[in-house]
């Protein structure tokens, strides 16, 4: 069974950084992508990032350029790297991998990923 743990959130000042960590453990070899969502109060799940097995990477239009994906594939970690961050950051941020499809693609719909971790709060305020 698929396990996935986000930690690394908290509060911040705009402007400033954080940097998300998503452990993934359990069947490695049945991954084929992992995902950022985020999910502010009052709305629904927003796609934020994602990165394929294969290396395809992608991002919401209103983190592009702030924010950067990576994994490390000793420690089954994805990485989320948020720099210049802004209130309207604020959210709990979630993480979810895809057991299915192909390792070159990366789906932007919360439906499209099957176990979720538990989500860490980002608050961006000063």
């Known amino acids: 069974q698929l396990q996935v743990v986000e930690s690394g959130g908290g509060l911040v000042q705009p402007g400033g950084s954080l940097t998300l960590s998503c452990a993934v453990s359990?069947?490695?070899?049945?991954?084929?992508?992992v995902g950022w969502f985020r999910q502010a109060p009052g709305s629904g799940r927003e796609g934020v990032s994602c990165?394929?097995?294969?290396?395809?990477?992608n991002y919401a239009v209103s983190v592009k350029g702030r924010f950067t994906i990576s994994r490390d594939d000793v420690k089954n970690t994805v990485y989320l790297q948020m720099t210049s961050l802004k209130p309207e950051d604020t959210a709990v941020y979630y993480c979810?991998?895809?057991?299915?499809?192909?390792?070159?693609?990366?789906?932007?719909?919360?439906?499209?990923?099957?176990?979720w971790g538990q989500g860490t709060q980002v608050s961006v305020s000063s």
């Open positions: 979810a991998a895809r057991l299915r499809g192909s390792r070159y693609y990366c789906p932007v719909n919360a439906g499209d990923f099957d176990s």
């Open positions: 359990g069947f490695m070899r049945n991954v084929y992508s």
């Open positions: 990165i394929s097995w294969g290396g395809t990477a």
